[in-house]
Every structure is written in C-alpha cells, then in structure tokens.
C-alpha cells in the first residue's frame, strides 16, 4: 500500500514510501527523516483519529492502498512524587519546573500518567490517591476508602479505571470518571499492576506470594509461591 507520513501541525509531507500491511508503529517511525523525531519527544501515528500504537498493524486501523498518516510530536514531561506532600511536572527538554500538585497531607508515594497524558495520578500517605488534570494541576477528585498508605495507584491500559494498593491489606478498583470504588482486593498488598488487556491485576504481598486476580469480579484466578519472604514488586510482560 502507498502510505504518506505527514507533521501533526504543519501539515507537510515528511515521507512517501510503500509499504507492508503488516507493518507496526516503530516499522513506520523508521521511514521518517530524523529530524522529524523531536528531541524529548513522544511520538504517536493517527489515520484519522484512530492511532497507530502496540501490536496493531496498519490493516487493523484500516490503512487501504492510498492513505495518509498523521505523525503527532508531544513534548515529554516528567512527573515526580516526593515527601514533602506534592507533585510536580517538569519539562524533560529544558528541566524547568511547570506545575506542582498540591493537596496531599502526607509523602507522595507515586505519579503517573493516565494513558492519553491528559491526567495524572498520585498516591499517598495520606491514604488517598489523587486524580489531576495535567494541563491546570487542578485536583479533578480524590479516591477515599483507604484506612492506611497508599503505596501505589495505575491506570488501566484504557484509562477508565485505577488500581490502588494500600497499607491498610488492600487494593481497589475505582472508576477514574467518577471515583467510585467496584471492587476491593482482601490481602497485605505492596503493588497492584494492570495486565496489558486490562482484564488481570497482579499483586504482591507481605505473604511472600503473587496473586493473579480477575477484573471486575474480583476472583483470584491464581497464586504464585515460591520466595520465602515479602514479595515488593511484580509485572507482566509486555504484549509483542
């Protein structure tokens, strides 16, 4: 297929090239002139409004023989979780600070991103995590049920959901639209991750196990033993 790499902003043609059907986000970003890339950078393709990204090929986003694809450059910034109670954003190009996220009355455990960018999560001492919008660094709504720490909080690979793990022996599920808790997770929990579909969550305890869960029932679908002491940390490997 006769594909054509053009810039978000401008416009203007970057690249016209054949290409495979099968091709993914990083065989299209290899086509581009590097002075395109955009040091400190994300970089992100769109047919349409649909994007280009993980294991998705140009024929699942229904790429046909002739078709223009969007290349959109985003400046990287930086989040950071600190003890004295806020978060902060920074440019990754310059290091100059934009916003700090205040509101926590305890150590900021954590920051991320929310999958679109467009928001950022903390979690905290206090025993709240905290939904923010990245743009203003405004608190959009606070997640309350915890009764301890909470040591972490993610997105779901979509966005419409967050994990929280917490000091108290639990971790929840929560609505990041509308801050309701769907469902809580019963054990001495240190981190609680997303699987890359969204559909499991992993834990790891004080027990010295992991555990697979099922979202949203809840059901623990497995248990990995074998350390003989707390278990910190636990991921899944990425989708090819």
């Keep these: 297929m006769r594909v054509s790499v053009v810039a978000g902003i401008s416009g203007c043609e970057l690249v016209a090239l054949d290409a495979d059907p099968s091709w993914q986000r990083q065989d299209v970003l290899a086509t581009v002139p590097k002075q395109a890339h955009g040091h400190h950078c994300q970089r992100n393709i769109f047919l349409g409004e649909v994007e ?34 806020t978060a902060k954003l920074w440019s990754a190009s310059s290091g100059g600070s934009l916003r700090t996220l205040q509101g926590h009355t305890g150590s900021v455990y954590s920051a991320v991103f929310s999958p679109d960018g467009q928001e950022v999560l903390t979690a905290s001492e206090d025993g709240t995590a905290k939904l923010w919008s990245g743009s203003s660094g405004e608190c959009l709504r606070a997640l309350q049920g915890h009764t301890g720490i909470v040591y972490s909080a993610v997105f779901s690979p979509d966005g419409q959901e967050v994990l929280t793990a917490s000091e108290d022996g639990t971790a929840k599920l929560w609505s990041a639209s509308s801050g309701e808790c769907l469902c809580t997770l019963q054990e001495l929990f240190y981190s609680a991750v997303f699987s890359p579909d969204g559909q499991e969550v992993l834990t790891c305890s004080g027990d010295g196990t992991a555990k697979l869960w099922s979202v949203p029932s809840g059901e623990c679908l497995r248990t990995l033993q074998g350390h003989t002491d707390a278990v910190k940390s636990a991921v899944f490997s990425r989708l090819n």
Excluded: Q, W
């Excluded at 023989?65 to 930086?78: D, E, F, N, Q, Y």
């Design 52 to 85: 280009l990204r993980g294991p998705k090929t140009l024929a699942d986003i229904g790429a046909t023989s002739s078709v223009a694809l969007t290349l959109l450059l985003t400046p990287l910034i930086v989040a950071t979780a600190s003890e004295d109670g």
